[in-house]
């Protein structure tokens, strides 16, 4: 079992819906959770973290973490063409390094 | 404010030759990290720095693959020799890690290497 799982899509969605990401996690000791936007041939931007269970909202994206369940999501609201892209979920499993999933790759549909 | 620069961004070498890559990571950052991508895949890690010293290199191939940070700023990671499997992204990133947490990882543009 991969330690972090992502589905890999496409994901496709039109523009102005809500794209729903998740990740599952395998190490219960994880503490830290991110999300990192990449554009194709460009490297991974960071979107979002989250430390706390429950759910954290910037602009647009907002990232859920549930611990008991393992799994992280992160949710875009009104989605735009430019969104377009794949997103990694990233975990800090105590190393103080970061465990990637493969990632998810999103289309929005104008 | 600078971010994490690499160079070079592409390199292209036959296999059994040896490459290097450099990377200077953001100002004032203590940690610096070398990941490997590969396609269709998440960036896996190689090996940590804190300051110069490296306190995780547990997924660095050590038979072939090198790193250096002397003097706790920039870093070179080097590959000798090369074979085909080596054919990745190679991303630098840079954090500033407080006591008890990890920051944000900020991630360089990344070397692209074919190995022919």
């Known amino acids: 079992q991969k330690e972090v799982e992502q589905n890999s899509g496409p994901l496709s969605v039109p523009e102005g819906a809500i794209a729903s990401l998740n990740c599952t996690y395998s190490?219960?000791?994880?503490?830290?959770f991110f999300w990192y936007r990449q554009y194709s041939g460009k490297s991974p931007e960071l979107i979002m973290s989250i430390y706390s269970n429950g759910d954290k909202e910037d602009g647009r994206f907002t990232a859920q973490l549930n611990k008991a369940s393992q799994y992280v999501s992160l949710l875009i609201r009104d989605s735009q063409p430019s969104d377009s892209a794949t997103y990694l979920c990233?975990?800090?499993?105590?190393?103080?390094?970061?465990?990637f999933g493969s990632g998810t790759r999103l289309q929005v549909q104008p | 404010e600078a971010g994490v620069v690499q160079s070079p961004r592409y390199k292209i070498i036959e296999k059994k030759q040896p490459v290097a890559f450099w990377c200077n990571p953001i100002?004032?950052?203590?940690?610096l990290y070398w990941y490997r991508q590969n396609l269709g895949q998440g960036p896996e890690l190689l090996i940590r720095?804190?300051?110069?010293?490296?306190?995780?290199d547990s997924q660095l191939p050590k038979d072939r693959f090198s790193a250096e940070r002397l003097k706790g700023v920039d870093s070179t990671l080097k590959i000798q020799p090369a074979e085909l499997g080596d054919s990745a992204v190679y991303l630098c990133a840079s954090s500033l890690d407080l006591a008890g947490g990890t920051d944000t990882q900020y991630f360089g543009p990344g070397t692209r290497l074919t190995v022919l």
């Open positions: 990233a975990v800090d499993t105590g190393r103080r390094a970061l465990t």
């Open positions: 190490d219960r000791v994880s503490q830290s």
């Open positions: 720095y804190e300051n110069e010293e490296a306190v995780d």
């Open positions: 100002s004032g950052h203590n940690t």
